[in-house]
């Protein structure tokens, strides 16, 4: 599912010549919000329901450079979920359809009041509902990764 169509922005550029890797996670963090707003979760949403996302934990992969002014699209497909949870894998792709980059996220529901995990407010469930889902036969292969050096683990 298409969440995002970005473009790098010139202050993203470092000494380098190609983004920053910090901005790889901005770009992320703006597919986070975009999945928010497909589900129900924008500004009016947040405030309709008292309920917001946090992010628990991230895991990123950079796999291409992508330079100044290039398009960025952010992809995204649930990989798993419970009442509270999401279980997001996040791809950002070229215009060719070239992978730059990947983001395997744990995002909490939030009761915006009570600043405590909730589960998923009825109309955002169904926004939930509607996300495309990994096939069981098609996980993809840089999510559940884990850092460290070879055979030293």
Known sequence: MALLDTRVAPEWVDYNGHMNDAEYARVFSLGVEA??????????GRRDHGYTIYTLETHLCYRREAHEGQPLVVEATLLDR????????????????????????MLMGI??????????????EAGIDALPRVAADAWPEAAGRHIGLPGKR
């Open 111 to 124: 009761d915006s009041e009570a600043g405590r995990p909730a589960p998923f407010p009825a109309a955002v």
């Open 35 to 44: 999945l928010m707003d497909a589900i129900g979760l924008d500004e009016a």
């Open 82 to 105: 419970d009442p509270k949870r999401l279980h997001v894998f996040f791809e950002m792709f070229d215009t060719e359809g070239t992978l730059l980059a990947t983001s395997e996220q």
